[in-house]
């Protein structure tokens, strides 16, 4: 498996219900990162986890980052349509140097029905 | 602010062929990342530059590969000669300030090498 490996590859609701994806990786972090990809778009940041926090949320989302168990999840709560896009965790892995490097995994495709 | 801009959106050239794609980064970001997705994998980190210099290169696949950032303002990626594996799609990103520092992705270049 890949480091920053999404689960599960595709998910599809109805409005107003929430989403979970989830995300394990492999080695130690700096920090863990969600982005989102509308389709043949960039991607866009959404929130940013510690190695040192456990939770933490942002408007309708909520990170969990579990170190021990190497993963963490994404819940969008009351999804919306709009929310229907590919999901991506990216780690930044400890020993990097300098660089940003970011290590992404797959990616969960969501699709919120109407 | 203007995001981040990739020239061309699409490019599709045969195999053994160059291809420049360009990189205008948000202005001020010192940092400049180039990733690459290639069909039904993960994003791969290529390289990073901070201004002109290229700070690490460990994920360039090889030397057919050659990036630069003139002047430490726009970024090019040349692959020359094309092969078929280099199809995917190529994203930049830049940042500003620290190594946690979101990344902003441009809406990337898609290559298709016949």
């Known amino acids: 498996s890949q480091q920053g490996e999404e689960d599960p590859q595709a998910l599809s609701i109805q409005e107003g219900e929430n989403a979970t994806m989830n995300c394990s990786y492999k080695?130690?972090?700096?920090?863990l990162q969600w982005y989102r990809q509308n389709s043949g778009r960039g991607l866009v940041h959404l929130i940013l986890?510690?190695?040192?926090?456990r939770e933490k949320h942002s408007g309708r989302l909520r990170v969990t980052l579990d170190t021990s168990k190497k993963s963490s999840s994404l819940l969008i709560t009351a999804s919306r349509a709009a929310d229907t896009a590919s999901y991506f965790c990216?780690?930044?892995?400890?020993?990097?140097?300098?660089?940003?490097?970011?290590?992404f995994g797959t990616g969960t495709l969501l699709a919120v029905q109407p | 602010e203007a995001g981040v801009t990739q020239f061309p959106s699409h490019s599709v050239i045969e195999k053994g062929q160059t291809v420049t794609l360009r990189c205008d980064p948000i202005?001020?970001?010192?940092?400049l990342y180039w990733y690459r997705r290639v069909m039904g994998k993960e994003i791969k980190f290529l390289l990073h530059?901070?201004?002109?210099?290229?700070?690490?290169e460990s994920g360039m696949p090889n030397n057919r590969f050659l990036a630069e950032r003139t002047g430490g303002t726009y970024s090019t990626l040349k692959v020359q000669p094309a092969e078929l594996e280099d199809s995917g799609v190529y994203f930049c990103?830049?940042?500003?300030?620290?190594?946690?520092?979101?990344?902003?992705f441009g809406n990337g270049t898609r290559l298709t090498v016949t």
């Open positions: 530059f901070v201004k002109e210099s290229k700070q690490d």
């Open positions: 990216a780690t930044d892995a400890v020993g990097g140097g300098a660089t940003n490097k970011l290590i």
């Open positions: 202005s001020g970001h010192d940092n």
């Open positions: 080695t130690s972090i700096n920090n």
């Open positions: 990103a830049s940042s500003q300030g620290s190594r946690s520092s979101p990344l902003h």
């Open positions: 986890i510690r190695s040192n926090e």
